[in-house]
RNA sequence: GUGGAAUUAGCUCAGCUGGUUAGAGUGCCAGGUUGUGGCCCUGGAGGUCGUGGGUUCGACUCCCAUAUUCCACCCCA
């Protein structure tokens, strides 16, 4: 009877170490960093919300309502669920917290994790994270282009190459209807021939048998009707806008005829930033607009556009391309001491950590040359010896590790040293050039 | 949800067709002069071989279950 503690972390979920947490918050500094520059404000939102926002939101023919979805009964007999994603919940905030009286367009960033029960892969778990934005009350194509620019700008400034945007229109519901139409049509005559998902997909939603894998649905959907053909006017002439203005913004794209979304909530404008190292899991980003989303969960008629971006996926995506970002800094200084001295050294590190400086001392009881290992290893810049002989006279050798110099110093100036140093080797970063002292 | 692969020291992995005290590299700790690192040398700690059953004289090696991960689908961030 008595089991074995499992000590796993639960299926799809992880520990985020000192190390890739560095990176995360490199990258959610950077990202915040680029949306409060593009006017957007960040929001966050519960966790968990009514299971019933979800299943309006995002829809019951998705996927991820329809089996992926963390949902639980509460003491009160409520039906919550994690949240899947972020967009259903900051809409119903922007409905709730009567955003549709604040200055138009609202524009709101989040940084949040998700969750959805799903099978794993890498790049996909179970809790993950979103970096996301949304615009709400504009439904105008600069919109939809403005969140695609930031996006390209956040990627610039991550110093990420090799992500292809790609974009779509999937139209409103008016001329939506009449391409589920053709495409029932043009369908009909084949279906019976088709793979055992396209029989499933045809009565639910044609559009996902155009990116069917099997040979044979592909082979039928190259020559199937295009969307891009079904769009009314309005549409139409909404997506000729945004290409253009990405056009002018001088922004890459290609066009995917066959782009879908996976949230039923999405209208006019679908895109996805895609990689190739990321598995299967290609997609980093995916946004668009969702003109009904608003209205649907019953809010007023509110037009919005956004998207989400994988952060797992994006991490992998700058390890894969070898980008260099959010590494830890290492200390300025390790202070070595000896038991006589420790109280000395403790001292002097609170006095400088105080000023700014990544001080480290021994609190292992070390000998001099294990501390000195130590001190190599984490990548100290200076050494300290703090003797007897150097607390009595208050001077001491500062050793720089990266050339073995040594410097003799008072032990008053050793912080303003430091200041000087670790601001000339920024200044060398920064010009990429080697620094001399 | 479907199909497949993997799981042995902190990490990366050996371990032949089941046979005595389970190995390497790396990392970690310590020593190689009594106050000085990176190289080198030596030593040490660390594994109930994912977990639970079963077959067997005997299982890290075979079988079953379960957990976790990975891959392909599905789908998505």
Redesign the pocket.
Known sequence: MEA?M?L???????DILPEEAERRRALERAFADVCERYGFGEIRVPTFEHTELFVRGVGDA???VR??MYTFTDKGDRSLTLRP?GTAGVARAYVEQGMSSWPAPVKLWYNMN?F?Y?????????E?W?LGCEVFGSDSPQADAQVIGLLETFFRELGLGEVDLEINSIGCPQCRADYHKALRQYYAVYVEDMCE?CHD?FERNPL?ML????PYCQSLAMKAPSQLDYLCDECKVHFDSVKSYLDEMEISYRLNSRL????DYYTKTVF?FVSSHV????????GGRYDGLVREIGGIDVPGVGF???V??LLLELDAQNVPFGKAQSPDLFIAS?PSTAANALDLAQTLIRSGLKVETDV?G?????Q??????MEAHY?L??????VSISR??L??????S?QDVPLTAVGTLLHDYRKKRSVAEKEEVRFEL
């Open positions: 074995v499992n796993n972390a639960p299926r799809g979920t992880r998705s996927d991820i089996k992926e994603e998700m959805r799903e099978k794993m892969q890498k790049g996909r778990y179970r993950f979103q998902d997909r996902r990116d069917c894998k099997e879908v979304r996976g949230l996805e598995g299967t899991q290609g997609t980093i980003c995916g989400a971006l994988g797992e996926r000896f292992m070390r000998s001099l040359k294990a000195f290992k130590a001190a190599d290893r050494v010896v703090l003797g007897d002989t150097e001491g050798k050793r720089r590790l990266s050339d073995g040594e």
